[in-house]
């Protein structure tokens, strides 16, 4: 929904190094031993950037905002009733 106005993905350093690597795949052939390795590093950085938890869409942030707001409104629509209903008991019948 929101998602369109917000960038989701962020340029991070695991992103520059992975570019790096592929740069530097493309000097060499799949035959290399260069390439191998290189291959390798190519694996470990993907597997770090899948690692990383993903923040919090706006959606979500938003979404969350209504339901807190749509309880406030409840709340304070009942505030009556809630408060007659708390003030009856009495706490020493309750332990009795």
Not at 23 to 47: F, I, S, V
Not at 74 to 95: C, H, N, P, Y
């Amino acid at each position: 929904m929101f998602r369109d106005f917000f960038t989701i993905e962020k340029i991070t350093p695991v992103n520059d190094l992975i570019e790096i690597v592929r740069k530097e795949m493309l000097e060499y052939g799949p035959t290399d031993p260069e390439y191998n390795a290189l291959l390798e590093k190519l694996e470990r950085l993907h597997a770090v950037k899948a690692e990383r938890p993903k923040p919090i869409s706006w959606d979500s942030i938003i979404l969350g905002t209504v339901h807190l707001i749509g309880v406030g409104v409840l709340v304070f629509a009942e505030r009556d009733t809630i408060l007659s209903k708390a003030g009856s008991i009495q706490i020493g019948k309750v332990w009795k």
